[in-house]
Nanobody, 121 residues
Framework: QVQVVESGGGLVQPGGSLRLSCAASGSIFSINVMGWYRQVRGNERELVARVISGGITDYADSVKGRFTISRDNAKNTVYLQMNSLKPEDTAVYYC???????????????WGQGTQVTVSS
């Protein structure tokens, strides 16, 4: 059993900051990618940022220079520091982990339950 649990969402004024955290736990052999996606009702879920094992990062153009993703491999945890938030960043943010359960290295994707981020004055 694998669990992916997010925390840190909330309401913030435009220009403010929030930090999201996500921890993966359970019978995990290795984690290849951890990342954040977001979804606005009626729209498709979109990639915000992800970090690949080895530390390579990938960001959506809309958040480059404002958001920073980081990963603590020892804790199977990923963070998303969000600065200079805009109303258009309002969405439900989902954590995603692409991981292997054993030495076969077959990859599975797990999602967290989502955390609401609202940017409004």
């Amino acid at each position: 059993q694998v669990q992916v649990v997010e925390s840190g969402g909330g309401l913030v004024q435009p220009g403010g900051s929030l930090r999201l955290s996500c921890a993966a736990s359970g019978s995990i052999f290795s984690i290849n990618v951890m990342g954040w996606y977001r979804q606005v009702r009626g729209n498709e879920r979109e990639l915000v940022a992800r970090v690949i094992s080895g530390g390579i990062t990938d960001y959506a153009d809309s958040v480059k220079g404002r958001f920073t993703i980081s990963r603590d491999n020892a804790k199977n945890t990923v963070y998303l520091q969000m600065n200079s938030l805009k109303p258009e960043d309002t969405a439900v943010y989902y954590c995603n982990a692409e991981l292997s359960l054993d030495s076969s290295l077959r990859t599975f994707r797990y999602w967290g339950q989502g955390t609401q981020v609202t940017v409004s004055s």
